[in-house]
DNA sequence: CTGAAAGCGCTTACAG
DNA sequence: CTGAAAGCGCTTACAG
């Protein structure tokens, strides 16, 4: 997998996945001629230009890099949760190394903060494409990547910035698929924790939430929704205040797992036990979430291939193509551990 | 289309900017041996060999990759715990960067499985110094790396592989102070598990562990030592071991945080509560582990540190540096939290 | 426009 | 260890 195309001993010495020969063989002409496409040269006609134009874009033949730029495709990151952004990055490395790229790391939290600049930087190192996994994107990063012939491709953008092609999960059908899951095991008050509603995902999983209780004609009680960050913290206090209410919910939906892990400290607090007294689903499926006690039921988003799409689209527009759309979202599985059980009967 | 742009320049076929011919006549030698040198293969004398490079050097000939020479450090892991691995390429990343250096990803795992070799496409790549965080290592691989002119630092290795520079903490002191905490807490009877102790870093943390019982005079008793593979289930399963003895321990120390996670899930099924009737303490400090039920007292390792001490040794090595010492040993903080208290009064 | 032939720079296989 | 010779992939110069 990651690298494949590099397992052999002997380094070919053409560019592409054939010898120029065996190309013009197969276009049906002689080798000089290919060597006079393959190099912008005159003296070949439309017709054969043409055809050798097409295998040799077939076989991997690609317009040779700008000097000065690199076979790089960069990563970056804003303050995401390492194992999340690990998992991403191995997705992106599967596909970039197996085409000879490099996959390039950083970081712009602290730049951020600082104030500084994260744009101009990323643009003077010359990557072949940049994947931002973060949400801080302006339209004006946008321009100013586009200005500098760099492609971008945005995983899980807040905001929908349209000219940028973006790649996430399916947020919604993933909350809809934990609260029905909840639903099934009879549970009816069903409390929320939510992110920030303004990010286009922590909207598009209270959406779901709330219709899987549409669809089961069970009234939305906003007595049991409370609005966080995706942190900890949220899980428990806010979890904690609807733990507290006379009327608790019997179980939670989070918006992450973090929030989860936090309702589960928060549940300890009041010596409530998982899943006896509270069932609690989860969001993203940690590497951790197997093995909490008891292991977390959430929804898995699939990082991996969130950022291998990501570099497929990437190199795409590296090399030239154009997109078939402008957003690609991937499918969620909910993944039912030891968190939620039916409620205790009353 | 393709190779747009190069038409008109007449550019040399060579790499440097002299062909190897004359190179090869400017040291008296002849053209395969500089061929030779230049790809990094053997049979080629040690005094021809000084004196080509240098030559190559000076009409610029970087290693492959004419053009911007790969201003890139790879960091190479194998199965290593996301939020681990992530916290190391941040520091890394934040040393390279401050130097305008990218920082490269790729994770080797399937390609060792499936018996495939990793360190050729490295090489291939060029990048300015290659930092490994993971164990497999072996003296053919440095040698390679050698071979190709490309340093070599190693995070963590499990074994002492002289030639090549490595990063990691100390872990004799760290599982020393984790067992002196129980120790002082009260705790006499204090169980192990362990990782493969054939590990430089397993062995080390037994070795600090049996010296703080030492110490302290208490007697070691080998019915409490468990040997695993620094896994989620040696926590589980033989914690579980340790917890049915006859005499069980009222605190054990694991050899990292996976295998305490792992003991918690075992507690819990005996109907142990953590601290009050056992404590546990890691090693580690995953980014989780604060958030646990409860949070985890733990001995951090410092990764960001580390990932930042190798990349200055790489980064050191590729500008021609020497470094003053072969290994270097970072310290290790002990984290109390929530998982260790006094016994319970008997 | 096209390709046989010659050429170029580098690498490989092998004999010394 | 070393290099003469053969080979390889591609390009060039030129004849048709």
Chains 1, 2 share one sequence.
């Not at 040269?41 to 890099?65: F, I, S």
């Not at 008050?189 to 069970?218: E, H, K, Q, W």
């Not at 899980?235 to 006379?246: F, H, R, S």
Request: aromatic share 6%.
């Amino acid at each position: 997998m990651i690298d494949e195309g590099h397992g052999r001993q002997s380094r070919k010495p053409w560019r592409g996945d054939l010898p120029i020969a065996t190309i013009a063989e197969l276009a049906g002409v002689s080798p000089p001629t290919v060597s006079k496409v393959l190099n912008g040269r005159g003296g070949v006609g439309e017709q054969t230009r043409l055809r050798v134009e097409a295998l040799l874009r077939d076989h991997g033949y690609r317009r040779r890099q700008a000097s000065g730029a690199a076979r790089c495709i960069e990563v970056v990151f804003h303050q995401m949760l390492p194992s999340i952004a690990m998992e991403i990055l191995r997705g992106v490395q599967e596909v970039a190394g197996a085409r000879d790229y490099t996959v390039g790391f950083s970081d712009v939290r602290r730049r951020i903060l600082a104030g500084q600049q994260w744009v101009e930087p990323l643009l003077m190192r010359q990557p072949a494409a940049v994947i931002t996994a973060f949400s801080l994107i302006t339209a004006d990063d946008g321009k100013r990547f586009a200005a500098g012939g760099i492609p971008l491709v945005a995983i899980d953008p807040t905001s929908d910035l349209s000219p940028t092609p973006a790649v996430g999960a399916n947020n919604w059908s993933g909350a809809l698929a934990a609260t029905r899951h909840l639903l099934d095991l009879g549970h009816r008050r069903i409390g929320v924790i939510t992110g920030p509603v303004n990010d286009l995902s922590a909207r598009a999983r209270l959406d779901g939430f709330r219709a899987a209780l549409d669809y089961a004609g069970v009234p939305f009680d906003e007595t049991l929704e409370r609005r966080g960050v995706f942190s900890f913290d949220d899980g428990n206090e806010l979890g904690a205040e609807l733990l507290a209410q006379d009327a608790p919910p019997s179980a939670v939906v989070c918006g992450n797992d973090l929030q989860a892990l936090g309702l589960y400290t928060a549940a300890r607090a009041r010596g409530l036990r998982i899943p006896e007294d509270l069932s609690v689903t989860g969001f993203d499926d940690i590497d951790h979430a197997p093995w909490l006690t008891p292991p977390l039921t959430t929804v898995r988003q699939p990082f991996g291939e969130i950022g291998a799409t990501a570099a497929r689209l990437a190199l795409a527009l590296a090399e030239g193509g154009r997109l078939a759309q402008e957003r690609y979202e991937l499918g969620t599985t909910l993944v039912v551990r030891g968190s939620t059980a039916p409620p205790a009967a009353r």
